[in-house]
């Protein structure tokens, strides 16, 4: 998944956008951060307890703006004007693993980057359209040595959270690419809690649940972040179950 998003000026400075209070202006914003590359955004309860403003009202003016769309069930998120704000070149770009929502939104009428989706094209040459684009990724990708530190950093911790699942349920092995979407998605305060989440988590299912030797019931690796249930943020510490139940605690 792209690491930078941009937003237009011809969205961001219209009429309708600036006469919106600041606190959805702001909620804008950061869903246009963290949306996939298909401008999806998921957990959206969770993002809003983290930030710390925003409300469902806020929600609803955007929507009604026609800023964003919502779902069928009322799980995600989508911004209307994703391909207005972010067209990314087709070797960043990573099709949405929410891939039933995608569906719903283009029988709306919606329109998503084309049927090649996630393939790796290759580098645009320098007289496409996305040459401003690659001026500014060389000077990244030059990078130097703290910065490739801080990429093994994240990788440790991913592979350090997937194994706590794997080991945990096998099930989990199936979902090696889409965890790995989700995780980096995360600041990387929350990469290292996800880590000590798991750990608590996995812990506390064994002991609650001893007969379920295979983790038949376990929240997946995926849900762990992005879920509505047990979450990382819910595990931070050694915790006893509330109610228990061979599924998780209520």
Do not use: C
């Amino acid at each position: 998944m792209a690491k930078k998003r941009m937003f237009a000026e011809e969205v961001v400075r219209s009429d309708i956008f600036l006469d919106l209070p600041q606190s959805s202006q702001l909620l804008y914003f950061h869903f246009g951060m963290i949306a996939d590359d298909d401008g999806i955004v998921a957990s959206v309860d969770r993002e809003l307890r983290y930030l710390g403003f925003g409300s469902k009202d806020d929600l609803r003016l955007l929507i009604e703006k026609k800023l964003i769309d919502i779902t069928n069930d009322g799980k995600l998120i989508f911004i209307i004007d994703w391909l207005k704000n972010n067209n990314l070149r087709s070797d960043r770009y990573y099709k949405t693993i929410h891939t039933e929502a995608r569906k719903e939104l283009e029988a709306k009428g919606y329109h998503f980057k084309n049927k090649n989706f996630g393939a790796r094209l290759g580098i645009p040459k320098v007289n496409q359209s996305a040459a401003t684009d690659i001026d500014i990724d060389i000077d990244i990708d030059k990078g130097i040595d703290k910065d490739k530190d801080i990429e093994i950093d994240k990788n440790s911790l991913l592979s350090a959270y997937f194994n706590t699942f794997t080991k945990l349920a096998s099930k989990n092995n199936k979902l090696r690419d889409a965890v790995k979407v989700e995780f980096l998605k995360l600041p990387d305060f929350q990469k290292e809690q996800a880590v000590i989440g798991a750990k608590n988590y996995a812990k506390w299912y064994k002991t609650e649940n001893p007969d379920d030797s295979i983790g038949k019931f376990t929240t997946n690796a995926i849900n762990f972040i992005i879920g509505d249930k047990e979450t990382f943020d819910d595990f931070q510490e050694e915790i006893k179950v509330k109610k228990k139940t061979l599924g998780g605690f209520i």
